[in-house]
T-cell receptor, first 117, second 112 residues
Framework: KAGVTQTPRYLIKTRGQQVTLSCSPISGHRSVSWYQQTPGQGLQFLFEYFSETQRNKGNFPGRFSGRQFSNSRSEMNVSTLELGDSALYLC????????????????FGAGSRLTVL | EDQVTQSPEALRLQEGESSSLNCSYTVSGLRGLFWYRQDPGKGPEFLFTLYSAGEEKEKERLKATLTKKESFLHITAPKPEDSATYLCAVQAGETSGSRLTFGEGTQLTVNP
């Protein structure tokens, strides 16, 4: 069974540019979440998509955006990159989304390592 | 606001030397507490979900326990391959969906 696939794995950008990261969830998983991981802040929630709709959003500026397609694949975009955006961006998928009252196990991908120069 | 604090930040053990990692949490309406393991350059790997105080789960040399305020990850007779960062996270509230709030993690090193 294929896991969560993220592309690209590594990328280098310069300040002011924009970047798009891609995530393919586990087959049958309809919820996709994105997290940013940095040494200083740890893992922080960016947003969650379910059935092509953003269901939850973390405390990040509007430069961070995302979308989900009908096949549950998701992309996130960061515009006008800043040095502080350098991080490991992790995608996670789960079977259930908003509205499920139980605990929802997330399966993470390997991440996309973004370096902003 | 949900808060998760892990201690210690780093832990060095000799192979076979058992120990425990701590995760303290403050949430409203806990739905689940999760333990993940993360190796360098990889995404977090799911270990356990705990749902209510008093619950315990085991997997090989790992045992996770939960109280109303904290969780412990006990590592019995660790091996070098147990070296990794262990992350604790909570899912809480009725409208938070899959949102996880993570602690900073404990970096475990097991020396042979």
């Amino acid at each position: 069974k294929a896991g969560v696939t993220q592309t690209p794995r590594y990328l280098i950008k310069t300040r002011g540019q924009q970047v798009t990261l891609s995530c393919s969830p586990i087959s049958g998983h309809r919820s996709v979440s994105w997290y940013q991981q940095t040494p200083g802040q740890g893992l922080q929630f960016l947003f969650e998509y379910f059935s092509e709709t953003q269901r939850n959003k973390g405390n990040f500026p509007g430069r961070f955006s995302g979308r989900q397609f009908s096949n549950s694949r998701s992309e996130m975009n960061v515009s006008t990159l800043e040095l502080g955006d350098s991080a490991l961006y992790l995608c996670a998928s789960s079977r259930r989304g908003t509205g499920y009252s139980g605990a929802n196990v997330l399966t993470f991908g390997a991440g996309s390592r973004l370096t902003v120069l | 606001e949900d808060q998760v604090t892990q201690s210690p930040e780093a832990l060095r053990l000799q192979e076979g030397e058992s120990s425990s990692l701590n995760c303290s949490y403050t949430v409203s309406g806990l739905r689940g507490l999760f333990w993940y393991r993360q190796d360098p350059g990889k995404g977090p790997e799911f270990l356990f979900t705990l749902y209510s105080a008093g619950e315990e789960k085991e997997k090989e040399r790992l045992k996770a326990t939960l109280t109303k305020k904290e969780s412990f990850l006990h590592i019995t007779a660790p091996k070098p391959e147990d070296s990794a960062t262990y992350l604790c996270a909570v899912q809480a509230g009725e409208t938070s969906g899959s949102r996880l709030t993570f602690g900073e993690g404990t970096q475990l090193t097991v020396n042979p």
